[in-house]
């Protein structure tokens, strides 16, 4: 079964495939980091149709998100929304016009209306739904981010502690936040795909650890690592999710379990990152 990774050279994109790559499934890759033809907002895309028709199977993984100092600066920039709503309207019509099997990935955040984000996530959920599709609603998932700019609050705490053993944080650290290691990330997606005729489409599939851990303990977990590395907590509060937190649903429980606990993650990252 040949399998067509949208995204394929992002955070999740690049662990997922590894994965398949590491059980010998054939994969079909797409990114516009790869190529300026592999670009999703291209209305038409000749390629992405023709990566289409070699495939059995759609993992829809890309999008124009990064972590949260990432979306605090562009999310609410028309650029942003745009670019994800081109993608989005091509990429579904595509995949309308294959019929391939395809899921979808979402965010946790996609009920918070105050985030461009969400709400972009929502209306990517609607037309998954339209199409009978599956959707997941991924919770701060972390790994290797190649784009600097876009990186998550884990590498940017391990980047900063190896380089000057300093986390100077952008907030007081008091959020909590769901973290799943990419590597549980892939083990899930390639689980549904699996189960993908058996799921209810009306079931709500939240891939995260199912626990709580405080940004602030995150860096205190970072800098143990490093020896002699200063927490600096900021003074803003919450800056993404404006306090909001959501509770995720257990459905996914039948399908898939996680087995990463967040400091072994941390550890596989830093490693991968070649600090450690």
Same mark, same amino acid.
């Given at each position: 079964?040949?399998?067509?990774?949208?995204?394929?050279?992002?955070?999740?994109?690049?662990?997922?495939?590894?994965?398949?790559?590491?059980?010998?499934?054939?994969?079909?890759?797409?990114?516009?980091? =790869?190529?300026? %033809?592999?670009? /999703? !907002? &291209?209305?038409? *895309?000749?390629?992405?149709?023709?990566?289409? +028709?070699?495939?059995? $199977?759609?993992?829809?993984?890309?999008?124009?998100?990064?972590?949260?100092?990432?979306?605090?600066?562009?999310?609410?920039?028309? =650029?942003?929304? %745009?670019?994800? /709503? !081109? &993608?989005?309207? *091509?990429?579904?019509?595509?995949?309308?016009? +294959?019929?391939?099997? $395809?899921?979808?990935?979402?965010?946790?955040?996609?009920?918070?209306?105050?985030?461009?984000?969400?709400?972009?996530?929502?209306?990517?959920?609607?037309?998954?739904?339209?199409?009978?599709?599956?959707?997941?609603?991924?919770?701060?998932?972390?790994?290797?981010?190649?784009?600097?700019?876009?990186?998550?609050?884990?590498?940017?705490?391990?980047?900063?502690?190896?380089?000057?053993?300093?986390?100077?944080?952008?907030?007081?650290?008091?959020?909590?936040?769901?973290?799943?290691?990419?590597?549980?990330?892939?083990?899930?997606?390639?689980?549904?795909?699996?189960?993908?005729?058996?799921?209810?489409?009306?079931?709500?599939?939240?891939?995260?650890?199912?626990?709580?851990?405080?940004?602030?303990?995150?860096?205190?977990?970072?800098?143990?690592?490093?020896?002699?590395?200063?927490?600096?907590?900021?003074?803003?509060?919450?800056?993404?999710?404006?306090?909001?937190?959501?509770?995720?649903?257990?459905?996914?429980?039948?399908?898939?379990?996680?087995?990463?606990?967040?400091?072994?993650?941390?550890?596989?990252?830093?490693?991968?990152?070649?600090?450690?």
């Amino acid at each position: 079964m040949s399998i067509l990774v949208l995204g394929s050279s992002g955070q999740i994109g690049s662990e997922i495939v590894r994965h398949l790559r590491s059980l010998e499934h054939p994969v079909l890759e797409f990114d516009i980091k =790869e190529h300026s %033809s592999e670009d /999703l !907002r &291209l209305q038409d *895309n000749e390629l992405l149709k023709y990566r289409l +028709s070699k495939a059995d $199977f759609v993992f829809f993984l890309a999008f124009d998100v990064g972590g949260s100092k990432y979306l605090e600066i562009f999310q609410k920039t028309p =650029e942003f929304i %745009s670019n994800n /709503l !081109r &993608l989005m309207e *091509n990429t579904f019509n595509a995949l309308k016009v +294959s019929g391939k099997p $395809f899921l979808f990935a979402s965010t946790q955040m996609s009920n918070m209306s105050h985030s461009p984000y969400g709400v972009l996530k929502a209306i990517g959920e609607a037309y998954t739904r339209s199409l009978n599709g599956i959707i997941v609603k991924f919770w701060n998932t972390y790994g290797i981010e190649a784009d600097d700019d876009k990186a998550h609050v884990i590498t940017d705490f391990i980047h900063a502690a190896a380089t000057l053993r300093k986390i100077p944080m952008r907030t007081d650290g008091l959020e909590e936040r769901q973290f799943l290691h990419a590597e549980d990330c892939s083990r899930c997606l390639l689980t549904l795909k699996d189960n993908y005729a058996f799921i209810p489409r009306s079931e709500e599939l939240h891939v995260t650890t199912f626990k709580w851990t405080r940004i602030i303990d995150i860096a205190h977990i970072v800098s143990k690592m490093f020896p002699g590395t200063e927490v600096v907590p900021g003074m803003a509060t919450d800056l993404v999710q404006n306090g909001l937190k959501n509770e995720p649903s257990e459905a996914i429980l039948k399908y898939w379990q996680p087995r990463i606990e967040v400091d072994e993650g941390i550890r596989k990252v830093a490693s991968s990152m070649g600090h450690l």
